[in-house]
């Protein structure tokens, strides 16, 4: 319950500033401002829905129940843009595709053209943003819904086509709605991550809440106003949680065999066959290997400038700071975890639930309800020990990594969280009544019993908190100490100065980072199915 009470602090921070009154800065927004992030904030959530929703459902079925050329290699490299963060993706294609990219400039070297001629899609616009965004968030909706898939009873999809139904009928009429939590799960972590990137929509020029909570901040100093917006953005968050939950009414989604046999392939050939390797190869092509291969020819023409003690010095803050954030995360995670197993009141379960609430709220959401506390907190404790003993202990907390790291956990402790809690619920409790009729105490019970057991899961749950915190970026912006820098903060103002290829290094080393998870994702998902059994025949 302390660990709850500590973690709602930034939320419980920025919903009193919605009942302080207004300052001129606020209805100056309220004039001028806010109805566009209300509506960019609202078409980029519909876009990315729709585009996530696209290519991760029609690739989760393909490479679930479809066996055509090239299909083992996609089912792992569908996952590969997972690895690529939004915000260097943008940067990327901006970098190829713009007027001064060497698309166009190629384009008008064979033709002749010149500005105005001709019509090329914007990149820099609320379209390309939708575009980038689902490149990389639609791995979110296909991992989670080939899961769905592949643990789908045989007797349904049986049943079905006894019915009448042929394989497109039965994906339809009765897989595709008995996956649907696991497919809306999906899409709700694509539009968080939508709701709270910074890097894409400010590199883009958009006006939605994340940037106008920067521009309010830094620009016109006012904190109040800030956290007014930050509040309104945490509304937003909240709706869309209601708004799924409230969709599903009383529905409820069971399988009622405990048959797992082999699922059924459908053997494409021909143009069907073609046509799925498209789907599958576009998506991998678009949000990895095209966006990658112009980092690696950037990073290339450009290491000898860019790589240098500075670069290494950068790295290891990165690599620092994102393993401390991940160890602290796993140890909060095992204690709440393993404390609702051993006490499941319903008390306990709240707590753990709100401690856990921090994903799906916006980094810069989390920076700005811990600045404000962190600071009055630093400046109380600096009035304090002056009076008393002439020492002056300056910002303690939210001039420190004190502030990141607890804004890391905040954020990222449900992901820790959720992983730890799976990895407990397939241990047996007749497992922790054996430990104990031996005479271990319930904390000798977990370190030699469950958390061996439990390797392979805390590894994860490790290794997905730290390419998340290496690729976090507005909360790293707000609350990192001076002349602290990151990988991703780096990449961010090379990007913002134009010198995209400078940018390439510190963005490939993030990509990098992540691939490692991506990798144990996707052999986690092709053994997931209850009755697992390697398939004899080639596929």
């Known amino acids: 319950m302390l660990i709850a009470i500590l973690f709602s602090v930034p939320t419980l921070t920025i919903f009193t500033f919605v009942f302080q009154p207004a300052t001129d800065t606020w209805q100056h927004l309220y004039d001028t401002v806010l109805t566009e992030y209300l509506t960019n904030s609202a078409l980029l959530v519909m876009g990315v829905s729709i585009g996530s929703l696209t290519l991760g459902v029609s690739t989760a079925w393909l490479t679930s129940l479809c066996t055509f050329p090239g299909k083992k290699i996609f089912i792992w490299a569908l996952l590969l843009p997972l690895a690529m963060p939004a915000y260097i993706i943008a940067y990327t294609y901006t970098g190829m595709f713009d007027f001064a990219g060497p698309v166009q400039t190629l384009l008008r070297e064979l033709t002749g053209w010149g500005y105005g001629d001709y019509w090329f899609p914007e990149i820099r616009s609320l379209g390309g943003a939708i575009t980038m965004l689902s490149l990389v968030l639609y791995p979110y909706v296909y991992l989670l819904a080939r899961a769905a898939f592949l643990e789908q009873s045989v007797c349904v999809l049986e049943v079905s086509r006894s019915l009448g139904c042929g ?36 590199y883009f020029g958009l006006g939605v809440f994340t940037t106008g909570i920067f521009r309010t901040w830094f620009g016109l100093g006012d904190e109040t106003a800030a956290a007014k917006l930050a509040a309104l953005l945490l509304l937003f968050v909240f709706t869309l949680v209601i708004i799924e939950r409230g969709s599903r009414k009383q529905a409820r989604y069971h399988h009622t065999s405990n048959k797992y046999s082999q699922l059924p392939e459908y053997q494409l050939t021909g143009l069907r066959a073609f046509t799925a390797m498209l789907i599958c190869f576009l998506p991998v092509f678009l949000g990895f290997l095209l966006p990658g291969g112009q980092l690696a020819y950037w990073a290339g023409i450009t290491f000898d400038e860019m790589v240098d003690a500075s670069f290494i010095r950068l790295t290891m803050n990165s690599v620092l700071l994102a393993a401390s954030a991940a160890i602290l995360s796993l140890a909060l995670a095992l204690i709440l975890a393993y404390g609702k197993r051993l006490m499941p009141q319903k008390s306990v379960l709240a707590a753990v639930r709100i401690s856990g609430m921090g994903y799906a709220i916006p980094g810069t959401v989390i920076a700005v309800g811990i600045i404000i506390p962190f600071a009055w907190l630093d400046n ?3 009035a304090f020990t002056r009076e008393h003993f002439n020492i002056s202990t300056g910002l303690l907390l939210s001039g420190t990594l004190v502030a990141v790291l607890f804004a890391y956990m905040v954020r990222f402790l449900a992901v820790s969280l959720q992983t730890v809690e799976s990895g407990l619920g397939k241990i047996k409790y007749s497992m922790d009544d054996a430990a104990r009729s031996l005479g271990y105490t319930p904390t000798e019970t977990l370190r030699k019993i469950h958390m061996p057991l439990m390797k392979g899961t805390l590894l994860t749950s490790l290794l997905i908190v730290f390419v998340d915190v290496m690729k976090e970026l507005p909360a790293t912006l707000i609350l990192r100490p001076f002349n602290f820098n990151t990988l991703a903060v780096r990449a961010f103002e090379l990007a913002s100065d134009e010198r995209l290829a400078d940018s390439a ?35």
Not at 167 to 175: D, E, G, I, L, N
Not at 509 to 514: D, F, K, S, T
Not at 515 to 532: D, E
Request: proline share 5%; with cysteine; charged share 10%.
């Open 167 to 202: 394989p497109w009928c039965s994906f339809y009429r009765v897989a595709l709605p008995l996956a649907r939590p696991a497919i809306v799960a999906g899409l709700s972590l694509a539009l968080m991550e939508t709701l709270a990137d910074y890097g894409t929509v400010s």
């Open 380 to 382: 109380t404790i600096d």
């Open 505 to 539: 290094s510190a963005a490939i080393m993030i990509v990098l980072a992540g691939l490692i998870p991506v990798i144990l994702l996707s052999k986690s998902i092709s053994t997931s199915r209850a009755g697992h059994v390697k398939a004899t025949r080639s596929q």
